[in-house]
């Protein structure tokens, strides 16, 4: 399992947890009350107000703020949107989302570890008390909620929200993978000898291959313009290896683009960001696009420069090389976060779920969906045999 943060235990709640559900402030306002709960916070990068602030200066609607107080403390926030979205071409849904819009073309960047902003000493009790007055309250915006979306959850959090009583299913997950730098660090051995004997072996020729051309370098960006030069060279060859297989690739949506210009420029100078440039004999190979969040390294987006020898491994190499890179600067997680794809597993071990979670309320349309939705699911278990 992924490392914690360590939080304290959280005492027995003396006076009432009082949750409403408010217009969104004026953005300053409402940066300096998060920043303020996001000091007493565990929480991960995607709910830091740069994220959010970013987020919330992009989008094109106005989500509404839930606010949860203990004793007139602020201990919870979240920011709350109303979709409607059709459901089988049929179902017509208002569906309340959490930390994103319910528009494809906005929701593709992607937030993980999603949850409530929380006081470290109350986060069961904050996340508890909203999503059962949301629930209860089933209503947003003047919009009747039918349903509840929580997406990019820690895979942890599900019983937790099954625990509510209310029907829940999943609309997506999978799986994630990470390497522990501190106890990669404690063991005093190099990254490479902790792989398995193929995998090492394999990444050892590749970085020999590449320096048989001459030096091989890892460079960061060390100002915002060579930052975005990167980030936009790491996408011309995403671009290049996404359309050769067929997808659009990330860089075909022009939110995504302009919405991670708009955090490089804000979160690289507070060292909460990083670009990454690998190069064998002055030609780059590879791009990575980090965030650094209190310790941990979270692998966001990616660019590799791939060439007809197969024995060339780009991103097995960049990954390598940036692994080694932040152990030795004592960082404590390099976290590969969500996605199934093999090299993740090859490079670090088994980290939580990452799903996506519908909460339904009491609603006849939806009640009539959940058998159709368990047919569909035995024949596609049927097929899958």
């Given at each position: 399992?992924?490392?914690?943060?360590?939080?304290?235990?959280?005492?027995?709640?003396?006076?009432?947890?009082?949750?409403?559900?408010?217009?969104?402030?004026?953005?300053?306002?409402?940066?300096?009350?998060?920043?303020?709960?996001?000091?007493?916070?565990?929480?991960?990068?995607?709910?830091?107000?740069?994220?959010?602030?970013?987020?919330?200066?992009?989008?094109?609607?106005?989500?509404?703020?839930?606010?949860?107080?203990?004793?007139?403390?602020?201990?919870?926030?979240?920011?709350?949107?109303?979709?409607?979205?059709?459901?089988?071409?049929?179902?017509?849904?208002?569906?309340?989302?959490?930390?994103?819009?319910?528009?494809?073309?906005?929701?593709?960047?992607?937030?993980?570890?999603?949850?409530?902003l929380a006081d470290r000493r109350y986060?069961?009790?904050?996340?508890?008390?909203?999503?059962?007055?949301?629930?209860?309250?089933?209503?947003?915006?003047?919009?009747?909620?039918?349903?509840?979306?929580?997406?990019?959850?820690?895979?942890?959090?599900?019983?937790?929200?099954?625990?509510?009583?209310?029907?829940?299913?999943?609309?997506?997950?999978?799986?994630?993978?990470?390497?522990?730098?501190?106890?990669?660090?404690?063991?005093?051995?190099?990254?490479?000898?902790?792989?398995?004997?193929?995998?090492?072996?394999?990444?050892?020729?590749?970085?020999?291959?590449?320096?048989?051309?001459?030096?091989?370098?890892?460079?960061?960006?060390?100002?915002?313009?060579?930052?975005?030069?990167?980030?936009?060279?790491?996408?011309?060859?995403?671009q290049t290896r996404w359309t050769a297989?067929?997808?659009?690739?990330?860089?075909?949506?022009?939110?995504y683009v302009a919405f991670h210009r708009?955090?490089?420029?804000?979160?690289?100078?507070?060292?909460?960001?990083?670009?990454?440039?690998?190069?064998?004999?002055?030609?780059?190979?590879?791009?990575?696009?980090?965030?650094?969040?209190?310790?941990?390294?979270?692998?966001?987006?990616?660019?590799?420069?791939?060439?007809?020898?197969?024995?060339?491994?780009?991103?097995?190499?960049?990954?390598?090389?940036?692994?080694?890179?932040?152990?030795?600067?004592?960082?404590?997680?390099?976290?590969?976060?969500?996605?199934?794809?093999?090299?993740?597993?090859?490079?670090?071990?088994?980290?939580?779920?990452?799903?996506?979670?519908?909460?339904?309320?009491?609603?006849?349309?939806?009640?009539?969906?959940?058998?159709?939705?368990?047919?569909?699911?035995?024949?596609?278990?049927?097929?899958?045999?």
């Amino acid at each position: 399992m992924l490392p914690k943060l360590c939080a304290e235990t959280a005492p027995i709640l003396d006076a009432e947890l009082q949750v409403e559900l408010i217009p969104l402030p004026e953005l300053q306002a409402l940066g300096s009350m998060w920043r303020r709960l996001e000091a007493r916070a565990d929480r991960s990068f995607f709910l830091s107000w740069t994220w959010i602030g970013t987020w919330l200066r992009a989008i094109d609607c106005r989500p509404e703020l839930v606010i949860a107080r203990l004793s007139g403390e602020v201990i919870g926030l979240g920011l709350m949107h109303a979709r409607l979205l059709t459901r089988h071409g049929l179902l017509p849904v208002w569906t309340l989302f959490l930390h994103q819009t319910g528009d494809p073309d906005q929701d593709v960047i992607t937030i993980e570890y999603n949850d409530f902003l929380a006081d470290r000493r109350y986060q069961d009790e904050v996340r508890s008390a909203c999503l059962r007055f949301l629930i209860d309250r089933g209503e947003c915006g003047g919009r009747e909620v039918g349903e509840l979306l929580l997406g990019g959850l820690a895979g942890e959090r599900r019983a937790d929200i099954e625990a509510l009583g209310r029907p829940v299913h999943a609309r997506a997950e999978a799986g994630s993978a990470f390497v522990d730098l501190d106890a990669l660090r404690q063991s005093g051995k190099p990254f490479l000898d902790t792989l398995k004997a193929s995998s090492a072996r394999r990444i050892r020729r590749s970085i020999a291959l590449y320096r048989a051309r001459g030096a091989l370098e890892l460079e960061t960006a060390a100002d915002v313009d060579q930052a975005l030069d990167m980030f936009e060279r790491s996408g011309a060859l995403h671009q290049t290896r996404w359309t050769a297989r067929g997808h659009p690739g990330a860089f075909a949506h022009p939110f995504y683009v302009a919405f991670h210009r708009s955090l490089i420029r804000t979160a690289l100078p507070l060292a909460q960001v990083e670009l990454v440039e690998v190069s064998a004999a002055g030609e780059p190979i590879g791009y990575l696009y980090n965030f650094l969040d209190r310790g941990r390294v979270l692998y966001y987006f990616s660019g590799f420069r791939f060439e007809s020898d197969n024995r060339l491994k780009p991103g097995l190499v960049c990954h390598s090389l940036c692994i080694e890179r932040h152990l030795e600067r004592g960082m404590d997680v390099y976290d590969f976060m969500g996605g199934d794809q093999r090299y993740k597993l090859e490079l670090g071990q088994r980290g939580p779920d990452i799903i996506h979670l519908a909460v339904q309320r009491p609603n006849w349309m939806l009640a009539a969906e959940r058998p159709l939705r368990k047919l569909k699911q035995a024949i596609g278990e049927v097929r899958r045999r």
